[in-house]
């Protein structure tokens, strides 16, 4: 007799649990076919925090590119992989093209004189030609900028830009590198020279478009990867900007 009460409660516990079943999963009668409910996601714990390294790494990138993440030095280490993958996994020639793109339809709708004095002005550092081989050794900007080791590398004038470059000791390699790079119709190359020395690059690049602008130049483009390149004085008559996350410039 008790053998048989305990079977029977046996009996409608179960029946009971699979009724709770049935009704958390959907089923019954519906035809289609219930999910697994005991079936769970487990994410690991290191791709997880890749996930959310890459999330802040976006949101990063996003501020440095808008100029609200403003005199940083050196990339976060824990975006390092981030940065890689967005210099040379497509991504950067993605959103270079878009920007061209744009500058192209711009320039397209300008009307030119016959004076000669049409400009439109080009950051060299990264925007004509670019860093990213020998930020490749600097971890994509994950270290400190290395001025010293910059410039030697510099010297051996196979270097595509080299940021800051003053016209006395790298002008020539300066030079060298646009031309191999197909840059040998503009008009003039601008460089540091001594007598602005120590000026931040807003004050330095604001002088020396003020003075084309004085000599009757019309600035229709200025384009730049630089917040300082696109700000201060003379700036033309539309700004493009280029990204880069690797380094910045004040």
């Known amino acids: 007799m008790i053998r048989a009460m305990v079977q029977r409660v046996r009996e409608v516990m179960i029946f009971l649990f699979l009724a709770l079943i049935s009704k958390a999963s959907g089923g019954g009668g519906g035809g289609g076919k219930a999910p697994n409910i005991w079936r769970r996601e487990i994410v690991p714990p290191a791709q997880h925090q890749a996930a959310e390294n890459a999330a ?52 397209n709708e300008i009307v030119v004189s016959d004076d000669g004095l049409d400009g439109w002005i080009f950051d060299v550092d990264d925007t004509c030609i670019s860093n990213v081989f020998y930020y490749r050794g600097k971890r994509y900007g994950c270290d400190p900028y290395d001025p010293s080791g910059f410039k030697a590398w510099a010297m051996i004038g196979g270097c595509p830009a080299v940021p800051g470059r003053d016209e006395e000791t790298l002008g020539q390699p300066t030079i060298d590198n646009l031309h191999n790079q197909g840059f ?67």
């Open 56 to 107: 802040y790494c976006l949101s990063w990138r996003l501020g440095v590119e808008a100029n609200n993440v403003r005199a940083w030095r050196t990339v976060p280490v824990k975006c390092l992989r981030y940065v890689e993958t967005y210099m040379i996994g497509g991504q950067y020639e993605r959103d270079v093209g878009l920007i061209l793109d744009q500058i192209t339809s711009y320039a």
């Open 184 to 250: 040998q119709d503009y008009e003039r190359l601008i460089m540091r020279t001594a007598a602005y020395k120590g000026q931040s690059a807003v004050t330095y690049k604001s002088e020396i478009r003020e003075q084309l602008m004085r000599q009757g130049y019309r600035i229709w483009g200025n384009v730049g990867d630089q917040w300082s390149d696109l700000q201060g004085e003379c700036l033309g008559n539309r700004t493009f900007k280029l990204p880069n996350p690797m380094y910045f410039v004040p």
